[in-house]
């Protein structure tokens, strides 16, 4: 998943570069997105100061997102 990050280390968009049927179902597609939109990234910088860029996160197959009775999940860090 290649996800676009703002300067405050918020998730903005997502654009799906491999796998795109693991995320056919909109269960898991939502499950993705929740996953994303919670997630606290660390920005790129540029000179030091934090800036908007994008980053590819793998997301592997976890009982979160492809089993619909877990509702708890340990979030991702990832640095861009």
Known sequence: ???EVD???HF???QVVSGASAVSDPTIRRRVENLLYF???APAT???MPMA???RVLLLPSTWIFNVGRSDWPGIYVKG
């Open 1 to 3: 998943v290649e996800v």
């Open 7 to 9: 300067d405050q280390g």
């Open 12 to 14: 903005v968009d997502y």
């Open 39 to 41: 997630t606290r990234f």
């Open 46 to 48: 540029s000179f030091g």
């Open 53 to 55: 860029g994008k980053t």
